[in-house]
């Protein structure tokens, strides 16, 4: 399938999956552990739960005193585009659901990640809960991609918290189809670039699997300053977001990570895209300026940035010409188109559309956007 004579890659989706999806994939003995969670769970509209330990809320409007009190929902406030067709309410349980969403769009393949909620579980004592959760979500990754292989792809979990279950993880699904990189789950306050994690980034190396780094908005690990935005949810999806993306991505290029492992490939998703010109030229003035904060590097940061290794989802409200601005500062080698889809932050049904419509963008940009660039990044989905 393409779309006006383009194939669409959508880097940046998100399944659930409600609980009433994971509970076949849960032991019993962890089952009761859960029990201890219990006034940690929520549910929607639908009634599908979930667990939301840790989210916070941010509900003082700017110029008013104090936040609002009493109980709120998800994101409260947060009403997102108005669009003229809504997600399927089905898409984490129903793969049928999500492909007819995708074909309505025009979009090829998604890559998937789970909903922000499962930042949940790096606030728990008991790491192995945790890990036992990631194991139940590769394990119905595992079914839910399987109907679609060649449309559907994801990314194995990872724990800061127990890097050698993390290691085993990885190797237990380093040959699956469906798992395309790896998403590093650390808590509130663990630098990335911890030399713990070593054996964490050599073992995606060998499998040619990407470190996706994705960042949070109301639930944990949080975004950097996500508990410093005045309880105010625009202060935090403007600039929590970007910094949290910017603060990664240095952090993992700063620490040496893509010298030790040189076939590594780094992505940094829905943290939006202009501020990466100016990003790369303010960590290489203080690459060279603040060397003591930085073990010996081959290269300076831009230069990493833009090897064919560092790969970077689009926001599309951010619009054409600061994408265009973007790219010939930095080539046409890194972006990839991102939806966002299903969350209310997504344009669904019509962001593929806002894209088509740059006019002022040239048709091999456009599909270095939605193909080219997110195939060099996922090698693992095998698409061409």
């Known amino acids: ?8 890659f959508d880097t940046d989706t998100h399944v659930g999956p409600v609980m009433e999806v994971l509970n076949k994939y849960i ?13 940690f769970k929520a549910a929607n509209k639908r009634g599908d739960t979930n667990y939301n330990k840790g989210q916070r809320t941010y509900r003082r409007q700017l110029g008013t005193a104090q936040a609002e009190t009493g109980p709120a929902a998800y994101m409260a406030g947060f009403t997102g585009p108005d669009t003229s067709r809504k997600p399927s309410p089905h898409v984490d349980f129903d793969v049928a659901a999500r492909i007819a969403d995708m074909d309505f769009e025009g979009v090829d393949v998604n890559l998937t990640l789970p909903s922000g909620w499962f930042g949940t579980w790096t606030t728990g004592d008991d790491v192995a809960l945790e890990m036992a959760m990631y194991r139940a979500y590769h394990q119905w990754m595992n079914d839910y991609c399987s109907i679609h292989p060649e449309r559907m792809g994801g990314v194995i979990l990872v724990s800061a918290r127990d890097v050698q279950g993390s290691v085993e993880e990885i190797r237990r699904w380093s040959k699956s189809r469906w798992a395309w990189g790896i998403l590093p789950y650390a808590p509130y306050g663990t630098p990335l670039d911890h030399p713990s994690l070593e054996p964490i980034w050599a073992e995606a190396q060998q499998h040619d699997l990407v470190v996706a780094l994705h960042t949070f908005t109301v639930m944990p690990p949080y975004a950097p300053g996500g508990l410093d935005n005045w309880e105010n949810l625009f202060l935090q999806r403007s ?3 970007p910094w949290c993306g910017m603060r990664n991505m240095a952090s993992l290029i700063g620490a040496g990570i893509m010298d030790r492992y040189p076939t590594l490939k780094i992505g940094t998703l829905e943290a939006g895209h202009g501020w990466l010109p100016f990003w790369l030229a303010r960590i290489d003035e203080h690459a060279k300026t603040i060397k003591s904060a930085l073990p010996t590097l081959k290269y300076l940061p831009s230069e990493y940035a833009m090897s064919g290794r560092y790969f970077q989802s689009i926001e599309v409200p951010e619009g054409e010409k600061l994408t265009n601005a973007v790219c010939e500062l930095v080539g046409d080698g890194i972006l990839m188109y991102a939806s966002d889809y299903p969350h209310g932050e997504s344009h669904f049904p019509h962001t593929v559309d806002m894209v088509l419509d740059w006019k002022d963008t040239s048709d091999a940009r456009k599909r270095k956007l939605f193909w080219e660039n997110p195939v060099k990044f996922y090698t693992r989905s095998g698409l061409k």
Do not use: C, Q, Y
């Open 1 to 8: 399938m393409a779309k006006n004579g383009f194939k669409i």
């Open 27 to 39: 032991s019993d003995a962890d089952k009761t552990k859960l029990v201890g969670w219990e006034k």
């Open 239 to 241: 600039a929590a977001h």
